[in-house]
């Protein structure tokens, strides 16, 4: 059960879009569709804004979209905003009602 | 609204038990399943467990033989028990609600060091 693998960091100036990848395996990410993802400002705990790949809850702005591809999910924010500026983590189901967490990235607007 | 608040003690020495409380309001425990994710100091998030008030519980299998959630429906609490704590579990620990495998709301975390 090794944690999901996140880029330690991402940068982007304001109102461009970035990426943030969150790499498993077959035996997580590539096998459901339970990858989320949060948001997290210093000292904060953290917030969902993204599950089940590509939804979001109510209230988080639609500049924050999800997706999959084979074993690797992303978080993709467009028209980035100041802040935006936070550290973002994902979650994947990985069977046997078991959840696993990547290593997080700090998202830097410049 | 849900809300969840964490509470427990915030130094426990090595080998002890931590023990925390997570006071659910806006609504019955009874529903959904509730758990705890923990965050060392400066590094990423770690799921630990959660339950359902109907019994069935899920543990992170590199901690389940030290760690243990109970339910008080009629307090609307739920908590947990870490045994034989060490340095390495000093971490921000977080109660939660879980939903179909996403963690939403949390509470607002409590710090829990590991130290003599």
């Known amino acids: 059960q090794s944690a999901l693998t996140q880029p330690r960091s991402v940068s982007g100036s304001p109102g461009q879009s970035v990426s943030i990848s969150c790499t498993g395996t077959?035996?997580?990410?590539?096998?459901?569709?339970?990858v989320s993802w949060y948001q997290q400002h210093p000292g904060k705990a953290p917030k969902l804004m993204i599950y089940?790949?590509?939804k979001r809850p109510s209230g988080v702005p639609d500049r924050f979209s999800g997706s999959k591809s084979g074993n690797t999910a992303s978080l993709t924010i467009s028209g980035l905003q100041t802040e935006d500026e936070a550290i973002y983590h994902c979650?994947?189901?990985?069977?046997?009602?078991?959840?696993?967490f990547g290593g997080g990235t700090k998202l830097t607007v410049l | 609204q849900v809300q969840l608040q964490e509470s427990g003690p915030g130094l426990v020495k090595p080998s002890e038990t931590l023990s925390l409380t997570c006071t659910v309001s806006?609504?019955?425990?009874?529903?959904?399943?509730w758990g705890w994710v923990r965050q060392p100091p400066g590094k990423g998030l770690e799921w630990i467990a959660h339950?359902?008030?109907?019994?069935?519980?899920n543990y992170n299998p590199s901690l389940k033989s030290r760690v243990t959630i109970s339910m008080d429906t009629s307090k609307n609490q739920f908590s947990l028990r870490l045994t034989s704590v060490t340095a390495a579990d000093t971490a921000i620990y977080y109660c939660?609600?879980?939903?179909?495998?996403?963690?939403?709301?949390w509470g607002q975390g409590t710090l829990v060091t590991v130290s003599s």
């Open positions: 939660a609600t879980v939903q179909s495998f996403r963690f939403d709301p």
């Open positions: 806006g609504d019955s425990i009874s529903s959904y399943y």
């Open positions: 077959s035996s997580d990410i590539g096998g459901y569709n339970y």
């Open positions: 339950k359902h008030s109907g019994g069935s519980t």
């Open positions: 089940d790949v590509s």
């Open positions: 979650c994947s189901y990985e069977g046997t009602y078991t959840l696993l």
